[in-house]
């Protein structure tokens, strides 16, 4: 009788240690799988290089107000009267590469880190921050339009 | 018996890390657009004023 309660009370302490054990590793791989995402790729950073050289372009038309930025996280043109005429042939075309480069990027990043499907909950989370980022005086698109940071 | 429980917590805390992979990080997600935009944007850090882009002479401030 006392030996088998010797016996569960060895195979219950193997047990907990057992349990601990499991806690550590799980511990661990929470660590690790813990958040980063990759945007270190060539896919990824030659997006970055080509929107950063357009941005010399593009912050003009930022300040001015002729482009704004969309709740999507693209960019629009919002008032092409702010611009000189010799500007409003170019400004459609430079909008729309942009948007090309920014849509790609939000989907590259989504692969890169092997889910594609995340592409769209990407562009939501840039979304917000190009906004918060954005210059005083820049435009952006809110619930009831246009406004003004 | 012990088997038996080592292979059931082995399969939950293998269950655990794919839910965890599922699940999309927005964080994370976030923290990767600040990197991004700040470069795009070249944005640096403790700089308030940010860059005209355009130019290219190097602004020197007094």
Same mark, same amino acid.
């Given at each position: 009788?006392?030996?088998?309660?010797?016996?569960?009370?060895?195979?219950?302490?193997?047990?907990?240690?057992?349990?601990?054990?499991?806690?550590?590793?799980?511990?661990?791989?929470?660590?690790?799988?813990?958040?980063?995402?990759?945007?270190?790729?060539?896919?990824?950073?030659?997006?970055?290089?080509?929107?950063?050289?357009?941005?010399?372009?593009?912050?003009?038309?930022?300040?001015?107000?002729?482009?704004?930025?969309?709740?999507?996280?693209?960019?629009?043109?919002?008032?092409?009267?702010?611009?000189?005429?010799?500007?409003?042939?170019?400004?459609?075309?430079?909008?729309?590469?942009?948007?090309?480069?920014?849509?790609?990027?939000?989907?590259?990043?989504?692969?890169?880190?092997?889910?594609?499907?995340?592409?769209?909950?990407?562009?939501?989370?840039?979304?917000?921050?190009?906004?918060?980022?954005?210059?005083?005086?820049?435009?952006?698109?809110?619930?009831?339009?246009?406004?003004?940071? | 018996?012990?088997?038996?429980?080592?292979?059931?917590?082995? #399969?939950?805390?293998?269950?655990?890390? +794919?839910?965890?992979?599922?699940?999309?990080? @927005?964080? %994370?997600?976030?923290? *990767? #657009?600040?990197?991004?935009?700040?470069? +795009?944007?070249?944005?640096?850090?403790?700089? @308030?004023? %940010?860059?005209?882009? *355009?130019?290219?002479?190097?602004?020197?401030?007094?």
């Amino acid at each position: 009788m006392k030996q088998t309660w010797i016996q569960t009370w060895i195979k219950f302490q193997r047990l907990i240690k057992l349990l601990v054990a499991i806690m550590v590793v799980f511990t661990i791989h929470l660590a690790y799988s813990a958040p980063n995402l990759e945007i270190d790729t060539p896919a990824i950073n030659a997006l970055k290089s080509s929107m950063q050289a357009r941005h010399g372009q593009l912050a003009p038309f930022y300040g001015s107000g002729a482009i704004g930025l969309t709740s999507n996280g693209l960019i629009a043109v919002r008032d092409a009267k702010a611009l000189p005429l010799k500007d409003r042939q170019g400004i459609n075309a430079l909008v729309a590469s942009e948007n090309t480069d920014r849509s790609k990027l939000y989907q590259e990043i989504a692969v890169a880190n092997g889910h594609p499907e995340w592409g769209s909950s990407i562009q939501d989370a840039f979304a917000g921050r190009w906004i918060d980022k954005a210059q005083t005086g820049w435009y952006y698109q809110a619930a009831g339009g246009w406004t003004q940071k | 018996m012990e088997k038996n429980i080592l292979v059931l917590l082995l #399969a939950g805390v293998l269950t655990a890390c +794919v839910t965890i992979n599922i699940y999309f990080p @927005a964080a %994370a997600a976030q923290e *990767a #657009a600040d990197q991004i935009i700040d470069d +795009v944007w070249k944005i640096k850090e403790g700089d @308030a004023k %940010a860059p005209g882009a *355009a130019s290219e002479t190097p602004t020197q401030d007094k």
